[in-house]
């Protein structure tokens, strides 16, 4: 199985701010690289595909960049509902894997 | 709009079967090129991918569940299910289904999940 590693599992930082997330992955996944956001009680919702793709709908302040094994999110300017959870996950081989999670928290 | 729902029992005893169905509504189960997942997530924990099936039928499975899993399609119902067998506490979960949608990027995300269920395990 291919292991994801998000970095950091939680963050804390203010509206406004530009905030990057790390996805690693334990070996090369060209750039089959999914990025999720879940709220609380809810089902994950797919912000980006193919490690740099936006998915149509998604605030264009999400942004995603990486190859090979190692991926970033990046949110530009932090809204007020982005304070949730995200994962990334590969589709480059079965069993499809996720990270375990990045947590963003209000500063 | 596609929707998937997940139904089935919120209560399962140890050492019986887990069985939930996924209901799919705006599109046909069976056209196009799509895959259609169960994952699960334990509260306060990650996402696990269980496993998933073709429109014509063919299974992927995690191997760490692969010998108590089987997924279904009935293209008659526009839905399909996951049975999981021999549940202990550690399967207690809230449970998704999931499309991947392989017409448009491959390999394709998830792009459409259901709202989810809890099962929990218990006697």
């Known amino acids: 199985d291919i292991q994801m590693t998000q970095s950091p599992s939680s963050l804390s930082a203010s509206v406004g701010d530009r905030v990057t997330i790390t996805c690693r992955a334990s070996?090369?996944?060209?750039?089959?690289l999914n990025w999720y956001q879940q709220k609380p009680g809810k089902a994950p919702n797919l912000l980006i595909y193919?490690?740099?793709s936006l998915q149509s709908g998604v605030p264009s302040r999400f942004s995603g960049s990486g190859s090979g094994t190692e991926f970033t999110l990046t949110i530009s300017s932090l809204q007020p509902e982005d304070f949730t959870t995200f994962y990334c996950?590969?589709?480059?081989?079965?069993?499809?894997?996720f990270g375990q999670g990045t947590t963003l928290e209000i500063k | 709009q596609v929707q998937l729902q997940e139904s089935g029992p919120g209560l399962v005893k140890p050492s019986q079967t887990l069985s939930l169905t996924c209901t799919v509504s705006?599109?046909?189960?069976?056209?196009?090129?799509?895959?259609w997942s169960w994952i699960r997530q334990p509260a306060g924990k990650g996402l696990e991918w269980i496993g998933r099936?073709?429109?014509?039928?063919?299974?992927n499975y995690n191997p760490s569940l692969k010998s108590r899993v089987t997924i279904s399609l009935d293209t008659s119902k526009n839905q399909f299910s996951l049975k999981l067998s021999s549940v202990t506490a550690p399967d207690t979960a809230v449970y998704y289904c999931?499309?991947?949608?392989?017409?448009?990027?491959?390999?394709?995300?998830?792009?459409?999940w259901g709202q989810g269920t809890l099962v929990t395990v218990s006697s």
């Open positions: 705006g599109g046909s189960i069976s056209s196009g090129t799509y895959y």
């Open positions: 999931a499309r991947e949608d392989s017409s448009g990027y491959y390999p394709p995300p998830f792009d459409y």
């Open positions: 193919g490690a740099s």
């Open positions: 070996q090369s996944i060209n750039n089959y």
């Open positions: 996950q590969q589709s480059f081989s079965i069993p499809r894997t």
């Open positions: 099936i073709y429109t014509n039928g063919n299974t």
